[in-house]
Structures are given as C-alpha cells and as structure tokens.
C-alpha cells in the first residue's frame, strides 16, 4: 500500500510541478520572441564574414547611418542631415540627437570613421566607395566630412548598403580592429542588446530591448525608418534541421522561421496556428557561373553557347516548384527595380538550341568534360546542377557533375586550376535580390580578373561602364548605363542569372508586424 | 591492479598519438577550407587568401602540426575559427547536454533492456521469449532518426505531452530537464535495449543450463533469487562489455539524436564542426572521444572483477 501512495503522490507532485512550470513559461512567452534563422551563426562580426545569418544579429545590435525603405529608396538612419558640396565631392552627416553605445557612452563622428574604414576594406560597394574617399575630417562630435577625389553617384546607396556587408557603426575601440580579425565585443547603438552571458552559440542567441535606444519619428518602411521594439527579448534559436523547425513551431515552441524549404510549407499552410509571410518581397535570384580561366569557358562563344541552352523555368520548377514563389525574368538587377530590364530575344528565358550547336561547333569545342559542381547540402541549389547538365547535354556539351557538400564547393571555386586537378568549370550559387540592385553592388558583374569574384571576369570594357555607373549623378544617365552592364554581361556571357524566387518566412498567427525587407528584423514585431 | 589500471593508463598515450596523427592528416587533406567558409559568398579570392594567413592555414602542414601538438601539450587545445572562444570553453559548454543524454539512454537501456533479457531467457520459446527477440530485432533495423521522427509525431505533435525539441539545463529548470529527455533517451536507447536484451537472453540462457543453478532451484530457492544472484550475477561479464560497447556506439548515436532533438551538445558540435570545417574543435572533440573511449573500457575491465572473483589484474 506505502508504495502505491508514494508513486501517486510523486505522479501528482510532478504534474503540479509541469502545469506550474507551463503556466508561468506561457505569461513570459507573451514578452519573448523566439526565431529560426536560415543556419546556424557561429560568426559575430558582420563585417568579418558575409554570412546573412551574421548580417541579421547586426541589424539587432548596430546602427546604420542610411538604410533602405520598403520602396527601395535610401533613407537617413543614425543621420539627422546631409549636405553635399555643389562641386559633390564633400559630403557632410550630421548624427541625430540622443545615439548611444550600449555601454551607455554617446556615439561620436569619432566611432564612425573607423566604422566606414573597417566595412571599407571588406565590402565590395565599400571597396569601390573607398577608391573615390581622399580622407574624413571630424567636424565636431556629431558631424564629419567625407572627402572625395572625384564626384561619385552611389555614396548614399553604399552607406545605405542593406545586406552583407552592411556598413554598420561599431565603437572607435572596436571598430579599429583589423578587418581580417574577428571583433570580440558585442556593443552596438542598434535596438537590441546582446546578452552574452545568457547566449550559447550552438543553442540559442539572446537579445534584449534596448530601452535607452530613441527610434526615429518615422513610421518603419523596410529597415528604415522608427525601429521601434514591441518584445522585451529575442532569442535566436539554433535549430538546422528544417523538419525540426516546422514540428517546432506546430507545437508552438518557436514563433517565426526566416525561411521553410518549400517542400515544407504545404505543411504550415494546413496548419490552422500557422501563417506564411511575404517579408522579403525582393527575393533571391539563382547564379550560374562560369570558370573565365580555364578551358573551354575561356572562350566567349562556348559560354553564350551554354546560357543558350538555359530556359529559367526549368530551374524554377525544379527547385521552387510552386509557381507564387518564383518569377521568369531576364533582368540582372532583379525585376520590379529602377534597374531592371528585360533582355531582349529570350535571353535565358527561351532556349535556342540550335543557335548553341551552331555557336559551339564554331567554337571549337573538342569534347572535353565540363566539371560542373554540385552541391547536395543546401536544399534550394541541389536541384540547379542537374537542370543543366541535361541543357548543356542537350547542345553537346560532356558533362562530368560531381556532387559535394556546400562547403567543400565553396572551397573548391576558389582553385583556379584546371578541372581535372581539382579546379572546376560550373557551379550554381543564389543571392539576396538586394545585394544585387546595381552594377557595384552585384558583385557577379565585376570583370577585374583575379580582383573578381570566382570565376575571374576579365573585361576592360565592362569595367569602364561599371566606372562610368559609379560616377554618374544624374539617375537617368546612371539607368542608361546598367542597362549597357547588363547587354555588355549578355554579349560575353560573363555569367548567368536563371530566375528569381522568393521564400516566405513561416509565423504563429499571434506573431503581427513582421516588416517587409530584405532582411528579417524583428524590431515592430508583436505577439498576441 | 594499480600496476593494470597503470599500464592501461600509459597505453592511452600512444592510442591518442596515433588519433592525432590520423584526425590531423584527414582534416588537411579532405577538401574544404575554412577560410573560404568564414570569408561567406560574396568574399573574392584575395579575401580568402588573407583570412587563411590570419588562421595560419598557409603554413606547410608539418608546421600546423608542430604547432598544435606543442599546444596540446601545454594544455591549450586552441580557439575555434568560428566561434572566437578556445576549443576548452565551447567542449565544457556543450558537455553537460551529450552527459545526460548518454547516461538518461544508459538508464532507459539498462533498467528495460536487462530485465526483458533474464525474462525472456527464463521463459525461452515463450510468446513473451518471441516478443522480446522480435523488439530486439526491430530495435536493430529501424534508423535512429526515423524513430526520433516518430515519437516526435505521436507525442510532440499529435498528443503535445513533450517538447519537440531543445533542452533545459538540469540547474535551471529538472522538470524542464527531464520533459526534454524523455523522448531523446527512448529514441537513442531503443538500439541498446536491443543490444543488451539480446546478450543478456542469450548469457542468462547459458547460466540456466549450469549445474549450480540445478542446485540451487534444488536448496528450494526462489526463482527471483535464483535468477537474480546466481544466474544474472553470472552472466554479468558479457552483459557489461556489451554495456561498454554501447558506450562507444552512443557517441555515434548522439551525433544523430542530437540533430533530431535539437540538444545542443558534443554530437551537434562535431556535425557543426565538420561542415564548416573547423579543424581545432573536431581535433580536440575527437582527442576527447578517444580519452573517453579508452577510459570507458579501463572501467568496464575493472568492473569485471566486481562479478567474476575468478578475473584478478
């Protein structure tokens, strides 16, 4: 009889114990916050490394002196005003009122200098800005002079960079610390504090509300404008497996994913707590790019050959599947945009294989195998590889697909040997759409040989263009200009882009104010 | 024995020079670099090239390693490229998930497993004897992860009795604790259960048949009693290496457990590692399995002697 007493009492005393543990969880869950981001972040520097995941935790902490709205337009951010010179080579930022670091010391013009420098060295706007910056001068406290060697056209929209690398203000002392070595300290001036003690890379990331932070008077638009924190605290929860997310936030443990694999969301979208958010309506696009400097895609005409072949739905309907999550479209700078034109005679969009035979039969082509690389671990890119190893099998080229993880990929591009001792000819890679908005920005459309991205474009002449881009002031000579970097990439077949698609981020139904950007902030964010 | 547990102790040293050499040697020469994963995608080649200076990873290989055993040796396992803390801290923060998921699967294991094993064995080619073997054989054939997902289903999603996932440290919060390791150890365990079931039928079986077992069903002794101290007690040796083995398969277990369940311990971290190719935590977590793995077995040798007066070291 004793036993049976004691197992009841134990059974009762434990589920006394569970019901009170849930109950006081569910008063906190209303003040917290708990998202999944696309990957886990071991990285903290948003300057040290490209990772979006790393780019996100810096829009909690940092500040920026410009960010973008949701109509893509700069916007003043840390700035209070700005003058130009009428010459336009000095450009004067006056920081508003109130700014402080989270250790409570104000922010000067002094901390912003370095943080220019630093993002600077690393970022490819920040390099190409860089190249016209001839010195800074500290006016007073809260302003400075950036002065320039000649007019350049995109200072705002370098400093209003929204996605990695973002030019995000850090303390002078921080700030000063060698691009190519990782910062260790975590103090912004952004919204959101980060709480070291309590973060555990690996498990979870903590953030609370800075409440000393002054939002500006605007009502947010994109990462612009009032970033005003509704929850008391964000946690980053580190969870890779996207099976796992989505069980996760059916049963309610989690709030929001930044983004679900698309086989997944038939799932959230029967789910009747459940609903999908359109937050980054830009998008991402899918890259296909080319080795310049081995054989055969040396040679200009074998590469058109190949991007002949390229119908862009096949890949969208490969990897994306449902048709609202994707967009056909043969613009460079992401359709929608001031950039954005269509290429004309189905660039990409309608294939011309005969045209391709025809291209690659006069080019010469000798038969070689074309290493194509393919990666199996990130679950959007899997299905690229094999879309065009059947086009390009389809206008004669050998292919020889070898499958890798997404790591060793992205080492192996970086080899600039010939394919058959570990080089490579072909790999597919996707962007944010706003990293990609102009000719600077779009980092794939460089042609400056080994100063390029992997695959080493050289092209003098689209480097001129990109020069003359970048020099432009005036918005209507400027659009004239993309449009001849886009023909120009079309006419050497610098490198393909092969349909845009979009992934929406998975919330509660309770979660509301999930703002419309290119990155998922959580500031305006509020659960019912 | 102190002589034993010495020379075993020694052995250990050549055991983790060879893993050293071995996990070192691999690492350098899979591909993968980790430069061009901190560098992320939009990074240039020159770029990369500059980080993998920063991290010394242009220095000839037989430089890398001189400089990391001389590390080790003095203590100092390194810093993770990634994580910017030593290899030390992040282990110890990762620890204490993998600890209780192991010894949680060890408990679930040893508490079913032994008990259905004596029972099947004392009621061999019995329904209850079948039931037993074709569980242990089910246990064997199903993946980890497939019966993670499962559970995850039927008592996660569909009833809501236990998390999905994620854990709660045992000093902040035991009935969180014990909620988030119900699931993780039954899934883990079920393989051992299998495991131990099937050893301790077949070694209970093989007592059955011996003469002293005879005598003592004929003392009038109980069965309880007769299977618990005779028999049990005697075919304790195989039961405990394969214990010991188990030990080890854990590890590689927790790698998938830990995954499913969203644990943040030392079998996500060596799966983090992996992909993004941070050579000084997946060198010092693979140094510490080893240590691990050979101390295990030490103990489980030692243990021997606990059951068997007949084993003296």
Redesign the interface.
Known sequence: MIPTIKRRTFGVL?AG??VA?TGAARADDKKVLRFVQNG?M???DPI????YVTRTHGYFIYDTLFSMDEHNAIKPQMVDKYEVSPDRTEWTFVLRDGLEWHDGKPVTAEDCIPSIKRWGA???MGLKLMEFVKDFKVVNDKTFTMILKEPYGLVLESLGKPS??VPFMMPKRIAET?P???I?SQIGSGPFIYVNAES????KHVYVKNTKYKPRNEPPSGLSGGKVVKMERVEI?????P??QV??I??G?IDLIEQPPHDLLPIMKADKGMQLVDWNPLGQQFVYRFNHVQPPFNNPKIRRAALLAVRQEDYLKATVGEPQFYKVSSAAFISGTPNAFEAPNGFLVKPDYEKAKALLKEAGYDGTPVVLMQST?LPVLTNTAPVTKAALEQVGFKVDMQT??W??L?????K?DPPNQGGWNIFH?F?VAA?ILNPISN?YMVAQG?????G?PTDPDMEKLRNAYAKETDAAKAKELALAVQNRAIETAQYGWIGQWYGPGAARKNVTGWLKAPVPVMWNVEKA | MIDFIARRLVAIIPVLAVVAVFVFLMLRLTPGDPAAVIAGDNATSEQIDLIRAKLGLDLPIWQQFFIWISDILRGNFGESFFFKKTVTELIAQRLEPTLALSICTLIVAVTTAVPLGVIAAYRHGSLLDRVVMGFSVMGFSLPTFVIGYCLIYIFAIDLGWLPVQGYTRIGADFGGFIEHMILPSITLGIIYVALIARITRASVLEVLNEDYIRTARAKGLSNRVVLMRHALRNAAVPILTVIGIGIALLIGGAVVTETVYGLPGLGRLTVEAVLSRDFPTIQAVILMFSVVYVVINLLIDISYTLFDPRIRY
């Open positions: 434990t114990a569970f543990a886990n071991s990285i903290l040290w490394t490209t990772a690393r970022d490819s990695s690398n060698d190519f070595k990782q260790d555990k890379p690996g498990e929860i580190e969870m890779p497996d099976q796992q069980n996760a059916i049963a443990e671990t890798m993880d790591q060793t992205v080492s192996r591009r970086t600039k890679t962007t990293d980092t080994d100063k390029s991205w992997f080493w």
